[in-house]
């Protein structure tokens, strides 16, 4: 059964074979590694597929697994760009 899982990385593990996402919970996921690419998908807020680098720890992420592995990847933003002019814009958190 396929679930969804949101929190926030504390660890960001890569082997040979695999990449371990590790929660802040202490829960712990992976993705396969197939000639030096992950297996699962990463999509940003635009819901655009992006690379692993995009993926820091802190994110605050959501994904879908099945049995503890990793289908895909959804990377929420930290800061919002608030701006009514091109000149004048706020960052919040």
């Given amino acids: ?15 040979e074979n695999n990449m371990f996402i ?3 919970t202490g829960d712990k996921y992976y993705s396969e590694i197939i ?6 998908e ?3 807020e635009q819901n655009k597929i992006v690379p692993l680098y995009y993926l820091e720890h ?4 959501k994904i879908k697994i099945l049995e503890n592995k ?6 929420n933003s930290k800061y919002q760009f608030m701006s009514d ?3 004048d814009g706020y960052l919040t958190n």
Avoid: A, H
């Avoid at 000639?35 to 699962?40: A, D, E, I, L």
């Avoid at 802190?58 to 992420?61: A, F, H, R, V």
């Fill in 1 to 15: 059964m396929i679930k969804i899982i949101s929190g926030k990385i504390k660890n960001i593990i890569l082997n």
């Fill in 85 to 87: 002019s091109s000149e």
């Fill in 35 to 40: 000639k030096g690419t992950v297996t699962c």
């Fill in 58 to 61: 802190g994110d605050l992420i």
């Fill in 22 to 24: 590790e929660f802040e």
């Fill in 70 to 75: 990793i289908k895909k990847i959804y990377i």
């Fill in 42 to 44: 990463i999509f940003n």
